[in-house]
């Protein structure tokens, strides 16, 4: 399975010809859904998802998301598929299943929207806003790293709980370059003490993983 980052809080993943894409939002370039077969959306914020982009998606492609952010894309039709904890589905080849249902508090005037992870072939896990641990092993896990919602104890925290072999920054496109090389220095701490791979993708760059 291959993984490359994109903007901001976006990944796509490939495997046996099949793209799936998750959290491509209005933080994240247009063409990280060319080709994609299926789309998974965490929540409903901008940065994660942009409902004119995946309006203009090819009509066979599947969009997964949570019920709050199926509301901003009730024009798609049975295009959108609504899950919550606990569910599970095949999305362009891909297992996925779903954990998590807040999205981390971010101050207390603004009320708390739903947020769902999801779990892909077992391996790698997305939570998008919230440090959800998935209570069973993970092999990659995308870890956020910055917003308004965080502080670096936090993820660094995640990672320590959660223990994946691997692990990559997502949610980092609020940086600028010293935010991103405290995020680098940061990983690279809590990589080498857990003797894993902790690290930043640079925006395009991928990794293979198991599955």
Not at 82 to 91: C, I, L, N, P
Not at 149 to 154: D, F, R, T, V, Y
Request: charged fraction near 20%; glycine fraction near 10%; include cysteine.
């Amino acid at each position: 399975m291959k993984l490359t980052k994109h903007g901001h809080a976006c990944v796509r993943l490939e495997k046996d010809g099949s793209t799936l894409v998750i959290d491509p939002g209005g933080l994240t370039e247009a063409t990280a859904l060319d080709g994609a077969d299926a789309v998974l959306i965490t929540h409903e914020h901008f940065d994660h998802l942009d409902a004119a982009r995946l309006a203009a998606l090819r009509p066979d492609v599947q969009i997964w998301t949570c019920a709050s952010a199926a509301e901003h894309l009730s024009g798609l039709g049975n295009k959108v598929n609504v899950v919550g904890e606990g569910d599970s589905f095949t999305a362009a080849g891909f297992e996925v299943g779903v954990l998590g249902r807040e999205h981390a508090r971010i101050i207390m005037d603004l009320p708390v929207v739903q947020n769902i992870g999801f779990l892909v072939d077992d391996e790698l896990f997305h939570p998008g806003d919230a440090f959800t641990v998935p209570g069973r092993p993970v092999g990659t896990l995308l870890t956020p790293t910055s917003g308004p919602w965080l502080k670096a104890a936090e993820f660094v925290d995640y990672l320590r709980e959660v223990a994946p072999s691997r692990a990559y920054s997502i949610h980092d496109g609020l940086y600028n370059e010293v935010g991103l090389s405290l995020v680098d220095n940061f990983l690279k701490m809590r990589g080498d003490a857990q003797q894993a791979d902790f690290r930043r993708l640079a925006p395009g760059e991928s990794v293979e993983l198991p599955g």
